[in-house]
């Protein structure tokens, strides 16, 4: 009781707050909605033990506030910037597109797989997770063959799947969104859902541009309004220059009382 307590928090529990969007199948629901409650009423208390919350963005904090009657700074996850930045050597878009990430219900991978069929655009898929073997299923079954799937890539992979993509597919309501701010840090714009974390990240016309509805046809969309518009590789890493390790380092300290920093 006596040591001071700071949570960063990525988000309260997603799955006990927010059952409805985070399991699409009625009967898990139906079935699982009392394990879910108690979940909620244990995290509710434990989010009353620590002295100071911080949050990894504003979307969050607005969680916080709604779930646990709590305030919280905010201070953005920092991108590795040694691991991704923009290489002027690989900075013309190759052609295809990229969509990043553990490959999740929520995450909505299924949306992008039908948009670029029908838009008939190259798709590099990146991550691997309990979406995998149906994504793969899905992708065959619509005659996806312009959809590839790369489960395991190196950081050095990554950066150059970043740098050579036209834009990075960002289709989720994300707590933050690291890989939106990575493929910035890159110079490749980004193609986001206007929610989420997104929001905090993606300037609209200018490292990347919003599209409103998480539709397979909003999607699409926001593609082609991605097609009509021009970017700056070079200003986009310049702008996106925001989240570094110093600033993370910073906004931590400050969330600690002055008399128990230790720098």
Do not use: M
């Not at 629901?29 to 620590?50: G, I, M, N, S, V």
């Not at 040694?82 to 490959?103: Q, T």
């Not at 797989?113 to 992708?139: D, I, M, W, Y």
């Amino acid at each position: 009781p006596r040591v001071f307590h700071l949570s960063y928090c990525y988000t309260p529990l997603r799955y006990a707050w927010e059952v409805d969007s985070y399991f699409t199948n009625p009967i898990y629901r139906t079935l699982l909605r009392p394990a879910f409650e108690y979940l909620k009423r244990w995290d509710w208390k434990a989010a009353q033990r620590p002295n100071a919350i911080v949050a990894d963005s504003e979307f969050i904090r607005g969680k916080i506030r709604r779930y646990y009657g709590r305030e919280a700074a905010v201070v953005y996850p920092p991108v590795d910037y040694r691991k991704f930045y923009h290489d002027p050597r690989i900075d013309r878009a190759r052609g295809y597109y990229l969509a990043v990430g553990r490959l999740l219900e929520y995450k909505k991978f299924d949306l992008v797989l039908q948009s670029f069929r029908r838009l008939e655009l190259p798709l590099k898929v990146v991550g691997a997770g309990r979406e995998a073997k149906r994504l793969t299923r899905q992708a065959a079954d619509i005659g996806a063959r312009n959809v590839t799937f790369l489960p395991f890539v190196t950081d050095r992979e990554l950066r150059d799947l970043y740098a050579g993509a036209e834009a990075l597919v960002f289709p989720q309501v994300e707590d933050f969104g690291l890989v939106a701010a990575e493929a910035q840090a890159c110079g490749t714009p980004v193609i986001a859902l206007r929610d989420g974390g997104a929001r905090e990240i993606v300037l609209d016309g200018v490292t990347g541009v919003f599209f409103d509805r998480q539709t397979p046809e909003g999607l699409a969309r926001g593609v082609r309004r991605f097609l009509a518009s021009p970017f700056d590789r070079e200003e986009i890493a310049r702008v996106s220059a925001r989240f570094t390790r110093k600033r993370f380092r910073d906004g931590i300290l400050s969330a600690i009382p002055e008399r128990l920093r230790e720098v």
